[in-house]
């Protein structure tokens, strides 16, 4: 059982435009909520991360909006860049849980030049 | 500063054999993780070590085998080797921290193909 669902699993933005990732889970215990970015032949690194005590976190061009009451987060990359195509995945975890991460299954961004 | 390293980078064996993963970080952080990544599947959560001597099963543990007798080392092994474990496994680790969320810092991946 996914307790993290992503979507879209490939995603095909032109430069410039505005990318969209989304997440939904089921837990209500998780507290933390990671997006992690995956370049080919890379390991993932930690991108932005968001608490359920906002609904929003901005980082540069990366902001993940955060409903509680829905169990839904997301990812939008502003003015998408060619370098920003990538794998992105979601992911949660929940306090007492040690540090131990659940990810989405991920999306792979193209982003057109 | 080498962070998180993982070797071979690249292995190919044969259904039934033994592999060795290895895992080695320079941070002397506290968890160490091991993780498949499939395609559709995301991350998968395959062991987990608190501290050096302590370790737990995650989401997909069976026929893996891990051990930490040293805090910055955490190799995986898979004791017979079968098709469905090839995969790309990834090690990561974190600092101990008192609230979850710590970030886990990932290694390079080795690929291991299973024929």
């Known amino acids: 059982q996914q307790q993290v669902k992503q979507s879209p699993q490939s995603l095909i933005v032109q430069k410039g435009g505005i990318s969209i990732i989304n997440c939904a889970y089921e837990?209500?215990?998780?507290?933390?909520f990671p997006w992690y970015q995956q370049f080919p032949g890379k390991g993932p690194a930690l991108l932005i991360a968001?608490?359920?005590?906002?609904s929003e976190k901005k980082e540069g061009r990366f902001t993940i909006s955060f409903n509680k009451s829905a169990k839904q987060f997301s990812l939008h990359i502003m003015d998408s860049q060619p370098g920003d195509s990538a794998t992105y995945f979601c992911?949660?975890?929940?306090?007492?849980?040690?540090?131990?991460?659940?990810f989405g299954g991920g999306t792979r961004l193209m982003v057109k030049p | 500063d080498a962070g998180i390293t993982q070797s071979p980078r690249y292995k190919i064996t044969e259904t039934g054999r033994q592999v060795t993963l290895m895992c080695h970080q320079t941070w002397s952080h506290s968890y160490m993780f091991w993780y498949r990544q499939d395609l559709g599947h995301g991350l998968r959560l395959i062991y987990y070590s608190a501290a050096a001597d302590i370790t737990d099963k995650g989401e997909v543990p069976d026929g893996y085998v891990v051990s930490r007798s040293k805090t910055e080392n955490f190799p995986l092994t898979l004791e017979s080797a079968t098709r469905s474990q090839t995969s790309v496994y990834f090690c990561?680790?974190?600092?101990?921290?008192?609230?979850?969320?710590?970030?886990?810092?990932f290694g390079p991946g080795t690929r291991l193909l299973v024929l």
């Open positions: 990561a680790s974190s600092e101990l921290a008192a609230r979850t969320g710590e970030t886990q810092y």
């Open positions: 837990n209500t215990a998780f507290d933390y």
């Open positions: 992911a949660a975890s929940k306090n007492n849980a040690g540090n131990m991460l659940t």
């Open positions: 968001i608490r359920p005590d906002v």
